[in-house]
Antibody
Framework: EVQLVQSGAEVKKPGESLKISCKGS????????IGWVRQMPGKGLEWMGI????????RYSPSFQGQVTISADKSISTAYLQWSSLKASDTAMYYC??????????????WGQGTLVTVSS | QSALTQPRSVSGSPGQSVTISCTGT?????????VSWYQQHPGKAPKLMIY???KRPSGVPDRFSGSKSGNTASLTISGLQAEDEADYYC????????FGGGTKLTVL
């Protein structure tokens, strides 16, 4: 069974750093890209960026470039999303999702359960 | 890239059909056949319902169908059921991904 299991909810203060994770199982981790999607409270979905764990090729949305870092460790089938200095406006649910590593496949077929990040002083 | 435009809400009675539109530009929706649709129930992760404009993943009922004309894609749900009540998001690939603002479907 394909699963993307994300790390648990986090409560942080402004200025703190954070790294959340997304572990894939039930499929070949290096056959898929892993994307990250933000959903702010009561709002819609926003694409943040995507990484291919096979060689760590990473693409960012212009809106998130420089604001977050996406990485992956293929040896443990895990992708990461990290912040060096959180802001209150980073409060949101963050989802990971997979996309087949193949041209012509431009959709996300399996999603993680989401990680709620709350940033408050 | 600006978010794709969706109606904020649509509604229909059980058994009826509803259509949700998703308007972009010739640089995204109109330029590629890479529109996908996602269903999101409250407190749940999004679920893929349609990809490549009109293809259905295994397990998605054939009551769900997708189409595109010019810069506007559409999701049609026929034979509405109570469990279809959810938020629906369109998404287009255009070198990167852009989502619509989401549409809340209410089953009356």
């Amino acid at each position: 069974e394909v699963q993307l299991v994300q790390s648990g909810a986090e409560v942080k203060k402004p200025g703190e750093s954070l790294k959340i994770s997304c572990k894939g199982s039930g499929y070949s981790f290096t056959s898929y890209w892993i994307g990250w999607v933000r959903q702010m409270p009561g709002k819609g979905l926003e694409w943040m960026g995507i990484i291919y764990p096979g060689d760590s090729d990473t693409r960012y949305s212009p809106s998130f470039q420089g604001q977050v870092t996406i990485s992956a460790d293929k040896s443990i089938s895990t992708a990461y999303l990290q912040w060096s200095s959180l802001k209150a406006s980073d409060t949101a649910m963050y989802y990971c999702a997979r996309r087949l590593y193949s041209s012509g496949w431009y959709f996300f077929d399996y999603w993680g359960q989401g990680t709620l990040v709350t940033v408050s002083s | 890239q600006s978010a794709l435009t969706q109606p904020r809400s649509v509604s229909g009675s059980p058994g009826q059909s509803v259509t949700i539109s998703c308007t972009g530009t010739s640089s995204d929706v109109g330029g590629y056949n890479y529109v996908s649709w996602y269903q999101q129930h409250p407190g749940k992760a999004p679920k893929l319902m349609i990809y490549d404009v009109s293809k259905r993943p295994s397990g998605v009922p054939d009551r769900f169908s997708g189409s595109k004309s010019g810069n506007t894609a559409s999701l049609t749900i026929s034979g509405l059921q109570a469990e279809d009540e959810a938020d629906y998001y369109c998404c287009s690939y255009a070198g990167s991904w852009v989502f619509g603002g989401g549409t809340k479907l209410t089953v009356l």
